[in-house]
């Protein structure tokens, strides 16, 4: 595809269970990142993939956080256990490089209710 | 300190004037530079990226990057309302790699 593709759109689920929210990079981008924003906040830094590099998982905010990009290309976010602070939109990026400007996705809105 | 700091507004200014946003950043060999756009409830776009000292100008906006400074900025002249949004000041860090994003300057272009 021409641009970065996330699904689902949306995500409603109920606290406890497990989701999984997955990023379709632009093709040929080495670097992935994925990202949280709340409700008029900033972006919050949650994973980062670089080629065959070990992720920068810094920003997972707990061990309910997982994510993993397979054959350098497709990567999933996965929460366990969800609970409501966790309710928020999850935004995938990639670039080319890792010093290149990165390109967005639209984003899975993620509502745990 | 953090590694990219923004003044998180809101920038008032009326339409037709030149709005100035500002960025500072902490690591002094930091060599790519990115301005984004994010209306509310859409997702950041890219409108400007400079990786050298000086003005680097795209029609209404300008960047101007002052790396003994250690400052980037973004002007936008003629300011529209469809100016309205947040706007992400985001920088690669060497040694992290990964490019980073500071919180955000909410800009209002009042009609």
């Known amino acids: 595809g021409a641009g970065v593709s996330q699904s689902p759109s949306n995500k409603v689920t109920e606290k406890g269970k497990d989701v999984e929210l997955r990023c379709d990079p632009i093709?040929?981008?080495?670097?992935l990142y994925w990202y949280r924003q709340s409700l008029g906040q900033g972006l919050e830094f949650l994973i980062y993939?670089?080629?065959?590099?070990?992720?920068?998982k810094s920003g997972l905010p707990s061990d309910r956080f997982s994510a993993e990009r397979t054959g350098g290309s497709v990567s999933t976010l996965t929460i366990q256990r969800t609970q409501q602070e966790d309710s928020a939109v999850y935004l995938c990026?990639?670039?080319?490089?890792?010093?290149?400007?990165?390109?967005f996705g639209q984003g899975t809105r993620l509502t745990v209710v | 300190q953090k590694e990219v700091e923004q003044n998180s507004g809101p920038l008032s200014v009326p339409e037709g004037a030149i709005a100035s946003l500002n960025c500072t950043y902490s690591?002094?060999?930091?060599?790519?530079f990115f301005w984004y756009r994010q209306y509310s409830g859409k997702s950041p776009e890219l409108i400007m990226f400079?990786?050298?000292?000086g003005d680097k100008e795209d029609g209404r906006f300008t960047a101007q990057l002052n790396k003994a400074s250690q400052y980037v900025s973004l002007l936008i002249r003629d300011s529209q309302p469809s100016d309205s949004a947040t706007y992400l000041c985001?920088?690669?860090?060497?040694?992290?790699?990964?490019?980073?994003f500071g919180t955000g300057t909410k800009l209002q272009v009042i009609p």
């Open positions: 990026a990639s670039s080319l490089e890792a010093e290149t400007e990165a390109f």
């Open positions: 985001a920088v690669n860090v060497v040694g992290y790699q990964k490019v980073t």
């Open positions: 690591d002094r060999g930091s060599q790519s």
């Open positions: 993939f670089q080629g065959n590099s070990a992720p920068d």
């Open positions: 400079i990786y050298s000292n």
């Open positions: 093709s040929g981008h080495t670097a």
